[in-house]
């Protein structure tokens, strides 16, 4: 009993902010770095961004540099997570490798009402490892592996999801398309059960609009997203504004969910060195969530 009230409450703890469903894993949902968290965490079309590729893998067809990235995104409740990345093209086959490791810190352990007796830490971790393959200028597909470990009070459990996308620039000039379907696996058991992968369907496009007289830049994003094992779809949209290749501001609205729905954030580029950051305020008193990102490109 006691070990059942644990496992349900960290389940309360790590998807309070999320909206309902039969899925665990929540830190899987937590978003790619800070600039696509700022324009409404649907991952951005392009492949200038290491951390457009793990919303979808298609994206690493594009990659014709060396990239890297490292994220950390502090949620509600002591949920912390950081990520690095990196992507590269070895023996000309274009790679990307993505880790993270997420932690929900001083859970209190109680066997009846009163004061916790102890308290305890619930340990994420996932490894993501994708290539993608243009299959001419307009069209590219990618897949993506990951393996996949939670641990809680002595007990663990480990598996493997796999990530997939497509890409298609060919319709309109500036225009990109793509779909993606993510962590798609499963677990072995945690505590006599296994924990469902929150298994996402997205579809999207994104236009830019270069001013250049003006030296700006418009990006707009608009998207849908679905976890399959749950009621609720999402609709995402977001814009950017890039002055001069240097300073981009962000905002985005998703529906949906119950606790936020708006997205901000803001970007500094200065030679390969990028630093992004997003705020994504939460109601009903459940703190904030902010993130930041510092990339360089080779």
């Not at 830190?27 to 965490?41: E, Q, V």
């Not at 299959?135 to 996949?148: E, Q, T, V, Y």
């Not at 809680?152 to 319709?171: E, R």
């Not at 936020?260 to 060195?273: D, P, Y």
């Amino acid at each position: 009993m006691k070990k059942l009230l644990v496992i349900l409450l960290l389940a309360a703890t790590i998807t309070s902010a999320q909206s309902a469903g039969a899925t665990g894993l929540s830190f899987l949902k937590l978003g790619s770095g800070a600039r696509n968290i700022g324009i409404a965490d649907f991952g951005s079309m392009n492949g200038n961004d290491i951390s457009n590729y793990f919303y979808n893998p298609a994206l690493i067809a594009l990659n014709n540099t060396t990239r890297f990235s490292f994220t950390h995104n502090q949620q509600l409740f002591d949920l912390g997570s950081s990520s690095i990345s990196v992507a590269s093209n070895v023996w000309g086959l274009p790679l990307a490798l993505n880790v993270n490791t997420t932690s929900v810190d001083n859970i209190e352990i109680r066997s009846q009402s009163g004061p916790a007796t102890a308290t305890f830490n619930a340990n994420f971790f996932a490894a993501t490892l994708g290539s993608g393959f243009k299959f001419d200028d307009n069209l590219s597909a990618g897949i993506a592996i990951k393996f996949i470990y939670e641990e809680m009070l002595n007990q663990d459990a480990s598996g493997l999801g796999f990530d997939f996308g497509i890409v298609y620039k060919g319709f309109v000039e500036n225009l990109s398309l793509g779909t993606s379907l993510r962590n798609i696996g499963s677990m072995s058991e945690l505590a006599k059960e296994s924990t469902n992968l929150p298994s996402d369907f997205r579809f999207g496009g994104e236009y830019s609009y270069p001013l250049e007289s003006a030296k700006l830049n418009l990006i707009g994003l608009a998207g849908f997203q679905k976890y399959l094992e749950e009621d609720n779809s999402h609709i995402h949209t977001g814009l950017e504004v890039i002055y001069d290749d240097f300073f981009a501001i962000r905002g985005g609205y998703i529906t949906g969910y119950e606790s936020k729905s708006l997205t901000a954030g803001f970007g500094v580029q200065w030679k390969g060195f990028k630093i992004d950051y997003a705020y994504v305020p939460f109601e009903y008193g459940l703190g904030d969530n902010t993130s930041f990102t510092v990339s360089y490109t080779f």
